[in-house]
């Protein structure tokens, strides 16, 4: 039997359906790569914005339609902030909310009838690792859940609920799994990540630290955190040469009285502090983060005060969402609703900006000796000219031609030397590194 996964929105539902692949697995069901082929599907829904909420929409009716003689359980935030319309809609055979998540794969055998193994032993152990058939290399271990602030313009808050962190045995038990099936990297993840073990005596430090002396894991990558949660002690953890330099810090706008609006605790000057900070004791770190275009209230003053700040951080790449109004938040009842047609002209004029920003981060790597992890997934620029993708420690992601080298698979991690840009300033290409030499000390990986 097979079952199909698929998720939109952040990463930790992304984490939640590795772990469904997982749970699935051992009951004994395959991962399917199609709808059609599945007598099973789980959908993850997104509401993080009135766009996703659409989506989600569209996504539920597509899947019926490729597979509607499949059972269909729709999950997430779409699912727990609409769930009267989702257990309405045609074809939709199972609504499980936020707080049910963990029973998710039990609820589904149920609705299957299926209580035991549906493979033999030696079939499930020929079997490669759940996150292997989800076509993934990198795994994403949700490590908590929910949030105690209240951001005005943010809806996941109420979707998720309370904070609730998973113990450190527990993360550590897993990740410890991931390493005996070779996967080489995991990204925690959570609604709050910065936030962890307030309620089971730890911090986000302590976890790192303890998944650092406990785990081999090659590669350690953090989910977004909020800027305001970092400190000297998380800036040490990165003298860890598995700790990857590079962080995603959500900032929503470079303006303080735009961030004060949207009840943001970090101000645009202890940011840039912190991030001097950072940059001078981590080596080829490179910053990404959010920003949201046309919030309620937003003067061009204050807009042209977000740019400069861009500017001045020189993110490697941003996340920008126009502002949408979200029912069921503060924002949506803000006055001064920004035009869309402005926030859509702000939300180009900053991806102009951003991918110039962009272009900079890799720019500045070109000549450099890197390892890469590799996804094994070829693309056709053109006709004679295969390329496989992966990403450096810091994010920036390469691509090679494939005749290259016949050592370049998917997980696999490999050195390489950063060529030239490619010709949509998109990714670097690269070529196998033949001198050996070491790595320079900051970036010597492994």
Same mark, same amino acid.
């Given at each position: 039997?097979?079952?199909?996964?698929?998720?939109?929105?952040?990463?930790?539902?992304?984490?939640?359906?590795q772990?469904?692949?997982?749970?699935?697995?051992?009951?004994?069901?395959? &991962?399917?790569?199609?709808?059609? #082929?599945?007598?099973?599907?789980?959908?993850? @829904?997104?509401?993080?914005?009135?766009?996703?909420?659409?989506?989600?929409?569209q996504?539920?009716?597509?899947?019926?339609?490729?597979? /509607?003689?499949?059972?269909? &359980?729709?999950?997430?935030?779409?699912?727990?902030?609409?769930?009267?319309?989702?257990?309405?809609?045609?074809?939709?055979?199972?609504v499980?909310?936020?707080?049910?998540?963990?029973?998710?794969?039990?609820?589904?055998?149920?609705?299957?009838?299926?209580?035991?193994?549906?493979?033999?032993?030696?079939?499930?152990?020929?079997?490669p690792?759940?996150?292997?058939?989800?076509?993934?290399?990198?795994?994403?271990?949700?490590?908590?859940?929910g949030?105690?602030?209240?951001?005005?313009? *943010?809806?996941?808050?109420?979707?998720?609920?309370?904070?609730?962190?998973?113990?450190?045995?527990?993360?550590?038990d897993e990740?410890?799994r991931?390493?005996?099936?070779?996967?080489?990297? &995991?990204?925690?993840?959570?609604?709050?990540?910065?936030?962890?073990?307030?309620?089971?005596?730890?911090?986000?430090?302590?976890? &790192?630290?303890t998944?650092l002396?406990?785990?081999?894991?090659?590669?350690?990558?953090?989910?977004?955190?909020?800027?305001?949660?970092?400190?000297?002690?998380?800036?040490?953890?990165f003298? #860890?040469?598995?700790?990857?330099?590079?962080?995603?810090?959500?900032?929503?706008?470079?303006?303080?009285?735009?961030?004060?609006?949207m009840?943001?605790?970090?101000?645009?000057?202890?940011?840039?502090?912190?991030?001097?900070?950072?940059?001078?004791?981590?080596?080829?770190?490179?910053?990404?983060?959010?920003?949201? $275009?046309?919030?309620?209230?937003e003067?061009?003053?204050?807009?042209?005060?977000?740019?400069?700040?861009?500017?001045?951080?020189?993110f490697?790449n941003i996340?920008?969402?126009?502002?949408s109004?979200?029912?069921?938040?503060?924002?949506?009842?803000?006055?001064?609703?920004v035009? /869309?047609?402005?926030?859509?002209?702000?939300?180009?004029?900053?991806?102009?900006? @951003?991918?110039?920003?962009?272009?900079?981060?890799?720019?500045?790597?070109?000549?450099?000796?890197?390892?890469?992890?590799?996804e094994?997934?070829q693309?056709?620029?053109?006709? #004679?000219?295969?390329?496989?993708?992966?990403?450096?420690?810091?994010?920036?992601?390469?691509?090679?031609?494939?005749e *290259?080298?016949? @050592?370049?698979?998917?997980? @696999?991690?490999?050195?390489?030397?950063l060529?030239?840009?490619?010709?949509?300033?998109?990714?670097?290409?690269?070529e196998?590194?033949?001198?050996?030499?070491?790595?320079? $000390?900051?970036?010597?990986?492994?």
């Amino acid at each position: 039997m097979q079952v199909f996964l698929t998720s939109l929105g952040c990463r930790l539902n992304e984490a939640e359906l590795q772990t469904w692949a997982h749970q699935f697995n051992e009951a004994g069901f395959s &991962i399917a790569s199609k709808a059609e #082929n599945a007598r099973l599907i789980v959908m993850n @829904s997104c509401a993080v914005t009135q766009e996703a909420v659409r989506k989600s929409r569209q996504s539920v009716r597509r899947l019926k339609k490729q597979n /509607p003689d499949a059972k269909l &359980i729709v999950s997430g935030c779409f699912a727990t902030l609409n769930t009267e319309e989702v257990a309405e809609m045609l074809g939709v055979d199972l609504v499980v909310t936020n707080s049910e998540k963990d029973q998710l794969s039990k609820l589904g055998l149920d609705l299957l009838g299926s209580t035991h193994s549906a493979v033999c032993e030696e079939e499930a152990h020929d079997r490669p690792p759940a996150l292997f058939q989800l076509g993934r290399q990198r795994a994403f271990i949700k490590v908590q859940d929910g949030c105690r602030y209240r951001c005005t313009f *943010c809806i996941v808050t109420i979707a998720r609920g309370d904070e609730v962190s998973r113990p450190v045995g527990e993360i550590v038990d897993e990740v410890n799994r991931l390493v005996n099936q070779n996967v080489q990297e &995991i990204v925690l993840t959570g609604v709050h990540l910065g936030g962890y073990g307030h309620d089971v005596s730890s911090s986000l430090p302590e976890l &790192i630290q303890t998944i650092l002396d406990e785990t081999d894991i090659p590669r350690l990558r953090m989910g977004s955190l909020e800027p305001w949660e970092l400190n000297e002690t998380f800036f040490g953890l990165f003298e #860890n040469p598995r700790m990857m330099p590079h962080l995603h810090l959500p900032m929503q706008s470079g303006s303080d009285t735009v961030l004060q609006r949207m009840a943001r605790r970090c101000k645009t000057t202890d940011f840039s502090t912190m991030i001097n900070t950072m940059r001078g004791v981590i080596a080829n770190l490179n910053i990404t983060t959010d920003m949201i $275009a046309g919030f309620p209230g937003e003067t061009e003053s204050e807009w042209q005060q977000t740019l400069d700040f861009v500017e001045q951080m020189q993110f490697g790449n941003i996340h920008i969402f126009p502002y949408s109004p979200r029912q069921g938040t503060r924002a949506a009842s803000l006055t001064n609703q920004v035009d /869309p047609a402005i926030r859509k002209a702000r939300a180009s004029q900053l991806s102009t900006l @951003s991918r110039k920003l962009k272009a900079n981060t890799m720019q500045t790597m070109l000549g450099q000796v890197t390892p890469v992890l590799w996804e094994g997934k070829q693309s056709l620029v053109d006709e #004679n000219m295969p390329l496989v993708f992966g990403y450096t420690p810091n994010y920036v992601r390469v691509a090679i031609h494939k005749e *290259c080298s016949t @050592s370049i698979l998917g997980n @696999s991690i490999t050195r390489v030397k950063l060529i030239c840009m490619a010709s949509n300033n998109q990714y670097v290409l690269v070529e196998p590194d033949i001198t050996q030499q070491p790595l320079i $000390a900051e970036q010597n990986y492994y």
